[in-house]
């Protein structure tokens, strides 16, 4: 019986050949989108994962307000490991980070410039999961000049992965061991190093600074161990050890930080927050966001919705002509379960061959998906059982519901009404059918929106004026190894034409070193008359090389020894300090930092201010000091050709390092590369919300094609009264039309609402302007238009005579 079923099933799809490819392609192309979304969801949900002990590891982060700036850390003082163990039995181990941004090692007389390297202490191998390949975790990083790397690592240098005991050659001829061999860090790891070296043999982990925050910890509680008890005991380390530091360093209490309305305090973030939950400063890297987890997930949710929307009305409106054949059925002698079991069966032929070749385009779609989401999913590994039978689970849901119309509907038809054709009706009938265009276009429309707003959103923070020139900026990373050269290099950069500026220092707006600080007002150094700020080191050629303006005063200049003295600062720290003309006025340094106490330093100028933080954040004061940092350097090219430049720049540096690679950027791009989630959240949006829409118009066009079938005879009784094309093309397209336009006065608020929310994660953000609105409804109107209008002039056009034949 069930086989005879299934051929009734196939029989009626070859029949219908147009309606079921148009229901077949539909929920394919949802099914596929759908799970090329929650691949991308599922692999950002499972980061850190692999860690066995992964629930019980927190990083401690600090929480700073103090001297009007807030700091939200997920670095911590190099003390704070050790004080944890030593004062909490429930701690069973901690370990630190500490991550330098790039070093150079040898490989024959190759240099290789690596970025992945992290300062680590022995601990990390109770803390973390890390499959060991060769070496003994417990021996591993406990002597200083020692190295752990990772198998990629091992082959790239070694070319096996056996070799515990051998030696790396630094570019500055420092020899380390090589402690061990671990496997490749998981891609969903929150941190991705490919270098660890011992903690053992950094002097700056042995300081036991309570006030200076560089080092990433991590703790593992013990089984049973009550997290709330750790983070009740985090505010007396603060008033226990931290405390005292505050009073010498900055003359200041606890008591008086809160009666300024500002703090110092740690919290704990769990280890499997930090991927999605976490954006703090000094992250170990770029985190995702579980925004656009949120918006996926909406994402996938609603073109999934559309393709079962329209595979449910594309399915009944389709039925409603068979019921003349379940008249014939029933008089024939079926039972109303054996119509409801053929219905049900044509329905979920369909759900399975759809889902059959969703799983193909999900397959071939995969490559360019990864590109588009900047991942390396793998079919074969998300294609879990679990996974397989929840798709197997869901298309016979999909098939279930869309059948259950005809199946429970039609089935209950009594032959006699069915066979005098008294059950017949036309579109307008269909409220049921009209909801769900409805509804489907809702979706589409708001989908549309989002992504024109978040296009808008990025090309304003690619146009906004941010204080600084970022156009033909090349930036050399590491003229550190040039030491006593680099004066010479700068100088013959210029002597090339190549470059009309160069600066040299450690700090650029685009750049992740950054250095958190405190001035004061007074000589006395009193916490009241403090502030903090960045203080970053830069020499005279700094402010014209980066094209920035000056509000007031004027620039450090190399002809002027008092300017050793002198500092400029951003509008923002001028705000801040209460000078309404800081010119001449004095700022002190405190012990211990950038000279004696209470140092003064003149201020020359004021430089206005610049974004050196994402768009996502505000201005935060500044404080510029003439001086010379070597890490980086900045130049200024020469209009012109770029790639000649270029190649003098290299040209000139292999004359200086010949067995020095250069390392270089471009700032602009260094710039795209902050907003590089934004960039893909828009590109993925716009990708889904085109195919939201292709598939709510193949729905539309099965539709407009039933709406025409339905009424053929009385198109063809108006065509032979008089009726024009024109007027019969407007009477089939005027109600999918209307229902269109409701869709959109449905859509338009709840994707004001959603998007205005989403602005106001930035802090300099575009205006959702009404032509947003219009253009989107216009732009669905035509489209629309234009899927029933194909419908509407076949049938306008069609031989009255054929129509009315048979009448």
């Keep these: 019986m069930f086989r005879n079923y299934l051929k009734i099933a196939f029989r009626s799809l070859w029949k219908n050949k147009s309606f079921s490819a148009l229901n077949i392609s539909g929920l394919a192309l949802g099914l596929a989108a759908c799970l090329l979304i929650v691949m991308y969801v599922k692999d950002e949900l499972s980061y850190d994962r692999f860690n066995k002990n992964a629930e019980r590891i927190y990083r401690v982060d600090p929480d700073i307000k103090f001297g009007g700036s807030l700091f939200n850390l997920a670095s911590a003082p190099d003390i704070l490991a050790e004080t944890l163990l030593k004062d909490y039995p429930q701690v069973e181990a901690a370990v630190r980070f500490r991550t330098p941004e790039n070093m150079q090692f040898k490989k024959g007389n190759d240099r290789i410039m690596e970025n992945n390297l992290a300062y680590v202490d022995a601990s990390i191998f109770k803390v973390f999961t890390l499959p060991v390949v060769d070496g003994n975790p417990q021996q591993m990083l406990t002597e200083p000049n020692t190295v752990v790397i990772t198998e990629k690592t091992a082959r790239k240098y070694f070319n096996r992965t056996n070799v515990a005991g051998q030696f790396l050659e630094t570019g500055d001829n420092q020899t380390l061991k090589v402690a061990g061999v671990i496997k490749d860090i998981p891609k969903n790891s929150h941190f991705n190093f490919d270098f660890f070296f011992s903690m053992a043999g950094l002097e700056e982990a042995r300081r036991n600074n309570w006030l200076s925050n560089n080092f990433n910890t991590y703790i593992l509680l013990k089984e049973g161990a009550s997290v709330d008890q750790i983070k009740a005991g985090l505010d007396q380390i603060v008033i226990k050890y931290v405390a005292p530091q505050l009073k010498e360093g900055v003359n200041s209490t606890l008591e008086e930080m809160e009666k300024r309305g500002e703090y ?6 769990p280890m499997l927050d930090i991927h999605l939950h976490s954006a703090r400063m000094a992250e170990l890297s770029g985190n995702g966001n579980i925004v656009y987890v949120y918006i996926f997930s909406a994402v996938a949710l609603f073109i999934l919705l559309i393709a079962c929307v329209n595979f449910m009305n594309l399915s009944t409106a389709r039925s409603s002509n068979r019921s003349r054949e379940v008249g014939i059925r029933k008089v024939m002698g079926s039972l109303r379960w054996n119509l409801i079991t053929q219905f049900l069966a044509e329905s979920m032929v369909i759900s399975f061959i759809s889902l059959l070749l969703a799983l193909v385009l999900a397959w071939f779609s995969l490559p360019w998906f990864n590109q588009l989401a900047g991942k390396t999913l793998n079919m074969q590994e998300q294609l879990t059982p679990l996974t397989v039978l929840s798709l197997i689970s869901f298309a016979a849901l999909v098939g279930l519901l869309a059948g259950s119309y005809p199946a429970f509907f039609l089935s209950g038809f009594q032959p006699i009404k069915v066979l005098k054709g008294k059950l017949a009706a036309g579109f307008k009938t269909g409220w049921l059918r009209n909801s769900l265009v409805v509804f489907q276009f809702s979706i589409s429309i708001f989908l549309i929106v989002g992504t024109v707003v978040i296009y808008n959103q990025l090309n304003y923070i690619r146009n906004k004026n941010t204080g600084f020139n970022r156009e033909q900026i090349m930036v050399l990373n590491n003229t550190q190894v040039l030491k006593g050269k680099l004066k010479t290099f700068k100088e013959e950069i210029l002597a090339s034409g190549a470059a009309s500026q160069v600066t040299v220092t450690g700090y650029l707006p685009t750049g992740s070193s950054r250095n958190t600080d405190v001035v004061f007002k007074e000589a006395t150094a009193s916490a009241d008359a403090s502030i903090t700020l960045q203080l970053w080191k830069v020499d005279d050629s700094y402010i014209p090389t980066l094209g920035m303006q000056m509000a007031a005063g004027r620039n450090f200049s190399k002809d002027l020894p008092t300017d050793s003295m002198s500092v400029i600062i951003n509008e923002s720290a001028a705000r801040l300090l209460g000078y309404t003309d800081p010119v001449n006025k004095m700022v002190y340094m405190p012990d211990g930092r950038l000279g004696s106490a209470n140092s003064p330093y003149t201020i020359v100028g004021v430089v206005k201010d610049f974004n050196f933080n994402s768009m996502r954040e505000t201005v935060t004061p500044l404080l510029l000091q003439f001086g010379r940092d070597n ?58 919300s085109i195919l939201a829409v292709m598939i709510a118009c193949l729905g539309l066009f099965g539709l407009a094609a039933y709406a025409a079938e339905q009424r053929t005879k009385e198109i063809g009784i108006r065509k032979v009264l008089g009726a024009s094309v024109s007027g019969i093309i407007q009477m089939l397209s005027k109600d999918f039309i209307k229902l269109v336009a409701v869709a959109i006065l449905i859509a338009v608020p709840f994707a004001w ?10 802090a300099y953000r575009t205006q959702i302007t009404w032509w947003v609105f219009a253009g989107t409804a216009i732009v669905t109107l035509l489209i629309a238009l234009l899927t029933v209008s194909f419908q509407a002039i076949r049938a306008a056009l069609t031989n009255p005579v054929k129509s009315l034949k048979n009448e």
């Design 264 to 269: 110092l305090r740690y919290s704990l973030t």
């Design 753 to 762: 609402w959603a998007m205005s929310s989403w602005l106001q994660h930035f």
């Design 631 to 688: 890490d980086r350097m900045a130049l200024k090219l020469q209009s012109g050709n770029i790639q000649q430049a270029v190649q003098k720049i290299e040209s000139i540096w292999k004359s200086m390092a010949p067995q020095q690679p250069l390392a270089y950027s471009f700032m602009d791009e260094d710039f795209n590369a902050i907003y590089e989630s934004e960039q893909r959240t828009g590109k993925i949006s716009m990708a889904f």
